[in-house]
Protein backbone atom coordinates (compact mmCIF):
# COMPACT_ATOMS: atom_id res chain seq x y z
CA UNK A 1 0.00 0.00 0.00
CA UNK A 2 1.37 3.30 -1.19
CA UNK A 3 2.17 5.45 1.68
CA UNK A 4 -0.48 7.81 0.47
CA UNK A 5 -3.17 5.49 0.20
CA UNK A 6 -2.24 4.82 3.51
CA UNK A 7 -2.65 8.25 4.82
CA UNK A 8 -6.04 8.29 3.22
CA UNK A 9 -6.80 5.14 4.62
CA UNK A 10 -5.83 5.97 8.27
CA UNK A 11 -7.40 9.60 8.17
CA UNK A 12 -10.82 8.05 6.78
CA UNK A 13 -11.01 5.57 9.93
CA UNK A 14 -10.72 8.41 12.27
CA UNK A 15 -13.33 10.17 10.82
CA UNK A 16 -15.38 7.21 11.14
CA UNK A 17 -14.37 6.45 14.46
CA UNK A 18 -15.64 9.78 15.52
CA UNK A 19 -18.66 9.93 13.87
CA UNK A 20 -19.43 6.55 15.29
CA UNK A 21 -18.26 8.03 18.87
CA UNK A 22 -20.69 11.00 18.30
CA UNK A 23 -23.82 8.63 17.14
CA UNK A 24 -23.10 6.81 20.67
CA UNK A 25 -23.05 10.28 22.86
CA UNK A 26 -26.55 11.10 20.81
CA UNK A 27 -27.88 8.40 21.42
CA UNK A 28 -27.00 8.31 25.15
CA UNK A 29 -28.40 12.20 25.22
CA UNK A 30 -31.21 11.41 23.11
CA UNK A 31 -32.48 8.73 25.72
CA UNK A 32 -32.34 5.89 23.09
CA UNK A 33 -29.42 3.85 24.77
CA UNK A 34 -31.30 0.87 25.22
CA UNK A 35 -32.26 -2.16 23.27
CA UNK A 36 -35.73 -1.50 22.52
CA UNK A 37 -37.94 -5.05 22.53
CA UNK A 38 -40.17 -4.58 19.50
CA UNK A 39 -43.74 -2.70 19.19
CA UNK A 40 -46.21 -5.46 20.52
CA UNK A 41 -48.94 -3.52 18.44
CA UNK A 42 -46.75 -3.39 15.24
CA UNK A 43 -48.79 -4.35 12.43
CA UNK A 44 -47.19 -6.00 8.94
CA UNK A 45 -46.55 -3.28 6.94
CA UNK A 46 -46.14 -2.61 3.04
CA UNK A 47 -43.07 -3.17 1.13
CA UNK A 48 -41.10 -0.54 1.63
CA UNK A 49 -40.57 1.56 -1.73
CA UNK A 50 -36.92 1.08 -3.20
CA UNK A 51 -34.97 4.38 -4.47
CA UNK A 52 -34.31 5.96 -6.69
CA UNK A 53 -37.16 4.07 -8.74
CA UNK A 54 -40.07 3.16 -6.02
CA UNK A 55 -40.16 -0.62 -5.61
CA UNK A 56 -43.03 -2.63 -6.60
CA UNK A 57 -46.07 -0.44 -4.99
CA UNK A 58 -47.97 -2.77 -2.65
CA UNK A 59 -51.09 -3.67 -3.31
CA UNK A 60 -53.41 -1.17 -1.29
CA UNK A 61 -53.26 -2.80 1.71
CA UNK A 62 -57.08 -2.10 4.36
CA UNK A 63 -56.79 0.46 6.85
CA UNK A 64 -56.86 -2.55 9.08
CA UNK A 65 -53.04 -2.82 8.46
CA UNK A 66 -52.42 0.24 9.97
CA UNK A 67 -51.86 -1.09 14.02
CA UNK A 68 -54.74 -0.27 15.89
CA UNK A 69 -54.58 2.45 18.14
CA UNK A 70 -53.29 1.93 21.85
CA UNK A 71 -54.49 3.31 24.59
CA UNK A 72 -52.60 7.16 24.84
CA UNK A 73 -50.16 7.43 27.20
CA UNK A 74 -49.22 9.86 29.37
CA UNK A 75 -46.35 12.32 28.44
CA UNK A 76 -45.91 14.33 31.54
CA UNK A 77 -43.85 16.71 30.04
CA UNK A 78 -45.62 17.59 26.88
CA UNK A 79 -44.84 20.70 25.08
CA UNK A 80 -47.40 22.91 24.90
CA UNK A 81 -49.83 22.51 21.64
CA UNK A 82 -51.37 24.69 19.12
CA UNK A 83 -52.90 24.43 16.34
CA UNK A 84 -52.25 26.19 13.04
CA UNK A 85 -53.00 24.98 9.87
CA UNK A 86 -50.86 25.55 6.41
CA UNK A 87 -52.17 28.13 3.74
CA UNK A 88 -50.33 26.08 1.02
CA UNK A 89 -51.46 22.84 1.41
CA UNK A 90 -53.41 22.14 -1.49
CA UNK A 91 -52.15 18.23 -1.72
CA UNK A 92 -53.35 18.78 -5.85
CA UNK A 93 -53.21 21.89 -7.86
CA UNK A 94 -54.84 22.48 -10.57
CA UNK A 95 -51.78 22.06 -13.13
CA UNK A 96 -50.67 18.57 -11.13
CA UNK A 97 -54.15 17.36 -11.23
CA UNK A 98 -54.19 17.71 -14.94
CA UNK A 99 -50.85 15.79 -15.52
CA UNK A 100 -52.33 13.14 -13.37
CA UNK A 101 -55.75 12.67 -14.57
CA UNK A 102 -54.39 9.25 -16.52
CA UNK A 103 -54.73 6.96 -14.13
CA UNK A 104 -54.19 6.77 -10.71
CA UNK A 105 -51.57 8.38 -8.67
CA UNK A 106 -48.84 6.47 -7.15
CA UNK A 107 -45.38 6.95 -5.09
CA UNK A 108 -44.08 4.73 -7.77
CA UNK A 109 -45.67 7.13 -10.99
CA UNK A 110 -44.25 10.01 -8.78
CA UNK A 111 -40.79 8.68 -8.63
CA UNK A 112 -40.37 8.19 -12.07
CA UNK A 113 -41.24 11.43 -12.97
CA UNK A 114 -38.68 13.12 -10.23
CA UNK A 115 -36.55 10.34 -12.13
CA UNK A 116 -36.30 12.76 -15.39
CA UNK A 117 -37.10 15.84 -13.85
CA UNK A 118 -35.86 19.58 -15.35
CA UNK A 119 -37.95 21.51 -13.51
CA UNK A 120 -34.68 23.35 -11.95
CA UNK A 121 -31.39 24.11 -12.04
CA UNK A 122 -30.20 20.73 -9.61
CA UNK A 123 -31.15 18.62 -12.77
CA UNK A 124 -27.43 19.01 -14.13
CA UNK A 125 -25.31 18.55 -10.95
CA UNK A 126 -27.54 15.60 -9.57
CA UNK A 127 -26.46 12.33 -9.70
CA UNK A 128 -29.47 10.68 -8.45
CA UNK A 129 -33.03 11.92 -7.66
CA UNK A 130 -33.95 10.93 -4.00
CA UNK A 131 -37.79 10.31 -4.31
CA UNK A 132 -38.24 8.89 -0.65
CA UNK A 133 -38.51 5.24 0.31
CA UNK A 134 -40.87 3.42 3.06
CA UNK A 135 -43.98 2.00 4.19
CA UNK A 136 -46.81 3.11 1.41
CA UNK A 137 -49.32 3.41 3.72
CA UNK A 138 -47.41 4.67 6.83
CA UNK A 139 -48.89 6.31 9.96
CA UNK A 140 -45.81 8.34 10.13
CA UNK A 141 -43.98 10.42 7.38
CA UNK A 142 -40.82 12.19 8.02
CA UNK A 143 -40.03 14.96 5.21
CA UNK A 144 -36.51 16.16 5.58
CA UNK A 145 -34.84 18.86 4.04
CA UNK A 146 -33.09 17.64 0.74
CA UNK A 147 -30.70 15.08 0.00
CA UNK A 148 -26.68 15.31 0.75
CA UNK A 149 -23.77 13.67 -0.64
CA UNK A 150 -24.63 10.17 0.15
CA UNK A 151 -28.23 10.47 -0.25
CA UNK A 152 -27.41 11.84 -4.19
CA UNK A 153 -24.86 8.66 -4.58
CA UNK A 154 -27.45 6.12 -3.76
CA UNK A 155 -30.58 7.30 -4.60
CA UNK A 156 -32.13 6.54 -0.90
CA UNK A 157 -33.24 9.44 1.50
CA UNK A 158 -31.74 10.12 4.82
CA UNK A 159 -28.53 7.56 4.73
CA UNK A 160 -25.76 9.80 5.81
CA UNK A 161 -24.83 10.48 9.67
CA UNK A 162 -28.02 12.76 9.86
CA UNK A 163 -29.76 9.58 8.62
CA UNK A 164 -28.37 7.22 10.62
CA UNK A 165 -29.20 9.21 13.42
CA UNK A 166 -32.57 10.06 12.38
CA UNK A 167 -32.98 5.71 11.75
CA UNK A 168 -32.28 5.40 15.58
CA UNK A 169 -35.01 8.07 16.50
CA UNK A 170 -37.41 6.18 14.25
CA UNK A 171 -36.42 2.65 16.36
CA UNK A 172 -36.64 4.65 19.92
CA UNK A 173 -40.13 5.52 18.76
CA UNK A 174 -40.94 1.79 18.38
CA UNK A 175 -41.12 1.41 14.29
CA UNK A 176 -38.65 0.06 12.31
CA UNK A 177 -37.08 2.55 9.14
CA UNK A 178 -39.64 0.83 6.86
CA UNK A 179 -42.52 1.43 8.95
CA UNK A 180 -42.41 4.76 7.80
CA UNK A 181 -41.89 6.92 4.59
CA UNK A 182 -38.80 9.34 4.56
CA UNK A 183 -38.94 11.59 2.24
CA UNK A 184 -37.30 15.54 1.29
CA UNK A 185 -38.60 18.50 0.26
CA UNK A 186 -36.84 18.54 -2.89
CA UNK A 187 -35.66 15.36 -4.66
CA UNK A 188 -31.98 16.03 -5.76
CA UNK A 189 -29.05 17.36 -4.08
CA UNK A 190 -27.83 21.18 -4.34
CA UNK A 191 -24.27 21.48 -4.88
CA UNK A 192 -22.18 21.86 -1.96
CA UNK A 193 -25.13 20.93 0.25
CA UNK A 194 -26.31 24.19 0.23
CA UNK A 195 -29.76 25.09 1.46
CA UNK A 196 -32.59 25.53 -1.16
CA UNK A 197 -33.24 28.31 -2.95
CA UNK A 198 -36.83 29.09 -2.65
CA UNK A 199 -36.98 28.57 -7.07
CA UNK A 200 -36.04 24.73 -6.13
CA UNK A 201 -38.90 24.13 -3.11
CA UNK A 202 -41.20 25.13 -5.66
CA UNK A 203 -40.56 23.40 -8.62
CA UNK A 204 -40.54 20.18 -6.11
CA UNK A 205 -43.55 20.91 -4.02
CA UNK A 206 -45.71 19.10 -6.32
CA UNK A 207 -44.13 15.72 -6.27
CA UNK A 208 -44.53 16.24 -2.07
CA UNK A 209 -47.84 17.24 -2.55
CA UNK A 210 -48.95 14.04 -4.62
CA UNK A 211 -46.51 11.99 -2.33
CA UNK A 212 -48.42 13.00 0.54
CA UNK A 213 -52.04 12.75 -1.08
CA UNK A 214 -50.76 9.40 -2.17
CA UNK A 215 -49.73 8.25 1.56
CA UNK A 216 -51.98 9.70 3.77
CA UNK A 217 -49.57 9.71 6.57
CA UNK A 218 -51.75 10.18 10.00
CA UNK A 219 -49.19 12.65 10.85
CA UNK A 220 -46.11 14.20 9.33
CA UNK A 221 -42.90 14.63 11.41
CA UNK A 222 -41.08 18.02 10.13
CA UNK A 223 -37.11 17.79 10.01
CA UNK A 224 -35.73 21.43 10.37
CA UNK A 225 -36.93 24.71 9.11
CA UNK A 226 -36.89 24.01 4.92
CA UNK A 227 -39.81 21.80 5.86
CA UNK A 228 -41.68 23.65 7.81
CA UNK A 229 -41.52 27.07 5.84
CA UNK A 230 -42.24 24.95 3.02
CA UNK A 231 -45.28 22.90 4.42
CA UNK A 232 -46.37 25.76 6.33
CA UNK A 233 -45.96 28.69 3.29
CA UNK A 234 -44.38 31.02 5.39
CA UNK A 235 -40.57 31.80 5.72
CA UNK A 236 -40.67 33.45 8.75
CA UNK A 237 -41.08 30.32 10.96
CA UNK A 238 -38.17 29.47 12.91
CA UNK A 239 -37.97 25.78 14.28
CA UNK A 240 -36.77 26.34 17.58
CA UNK A 241 -39.92 28.06 18.14
CA UNK A 242 -42.15 26.35 16.21
CA UNK A 243 -40.97 22.65 17.30
CA UNK A 244 -43.13 20.33 19.34
CA UNK A 245 -46.05 22.39 17.92
CA UNK A 246 -49.22 20.55 16.61
CA UNK A 247 -49.53 22.17 13.24
CA UNK A 248 -51.89 20.92 9.95
CA UNK A 249 -51.10 20.45 6.70
CA UNK A 250 -54.11 19.41 4.60
CA UNK A 251 -55.80 18.46 7.77
CA UNK A 252 -52.82 16.08 8.36
CA UNK A 253 -51.33 16.23 11.77
CA UNK A 254 -47.74 18.50 10.98
CA UNK A 255 -45.05 18.25 13.98
CA UNK A 256 -42.13 19.91 13.31
CA UNK A 257 -38.75 18.66 14.97
CA UNK A 258 -35.37 19.57 15.08
CA UNK A 259 -33.45 18.55 11.51
CA UNK A 260 -31.05 15.12 13.00
CA UNK A 261 -27.78 17.20 11.20
CA UNK A 262 -28.48 20.27 14.06
CA UNK A 263 -28.38 17.82 16.72
CA UNK A 264 -25.44 16.43 15.50
CA UNK A 265 -24.25 19.72 16.06
CA UNK A 266 -25.90 20.54 19.13
CA UNK A 267 -26.13 18.76 22.38
CA UNK A 268 -29.19 20.77 24.00
CA UNK A 269 -31.23 20.06 21.12
CA UNK A 270 -31.55 16.46 21.69
CA UNK A 271 -33.86 16.35 24.48
CA UNK A 272 -36.33 18.60 23.07
CA UNK A 273 -36.19 16.97 19.37
CA UNK A 274 -37.26 13.49 22.06
CA UNK A 275 -40.30 15.43 23.59
CA UNK A 276 -41.82 16.00 19.88
CA UNK A 277 -41.03 12.51 19.18
CA UNK A 278 -43.12 11.44 22.11
CA UNK A 279 -45.67 13.74 21.11
CA UNK A 280 -45.66 12.39 17.88
CA UNK A 281 -46.24 9.11 19.34
CA UNK A 282 -49.24 10.49 21.44
CA UNK A 283 -50.67 11.54 18.41
CA UNK A 284 -50.29 8.48 16.85
CA UNK A 285 -52.12 6.85 19.71
CA UNK A 286 -49.08 4.46 20.68
CA UNK A 287 -47.12 4.06 23.84
CA UNK A 288 -43.45 4.60 24.22
CA UNK A 289 -41.47 1.33 23.36
CA UNK A 290 -41.04 -0.80 26.19
CA UNK A 291 -36.87 -1.05 27.72
CA UNK A 292 -35.19 -4.20 26.82
N1 LIG B 1 -30.47 13.51 3.83
C1 LIG B 1 -31.73 13.63 3.38
O1 LIG B 1 -32.21 12.81 2.62
N2 LIG B 1 -32.45 14.67 3.81
C2 LIG B 1 -31.98 15.58 4.65
O2 LIG B 1 -32.70 16.50 5.00
C3 LIG B 1 -30.64 15.45 5.08
C4 LIG B 1 -29.92 14.40 4.66
Redo the contacts with the bound molecule.
Keep these: MRNAEYGWAMEEREALARNLKQLIELDRALGIDFVFKPAASAAPVAAPVAAPVAAPVAAPASPATKPAPVAKPSVASAPPVVVRTSPVAALVTPVEAVVTTTGPDSLERIAAEIATCRACGLCDTRRST?PGEGNLQPELLFI?????VD?DATGR????A??QLLTKMIVAMGFKREDVF?A?IIKCRPPGNRTPEPAEVTACMGYLRRQIAALKPTVICA??NTPLRALMGDDNLDITRMRGQKLSFAGITLIPTF?P?YLLLNDEAKKPCWEDLKLVLKELGRELPKRG
Design positions: VGEGPGEPCVGAGINLGHS
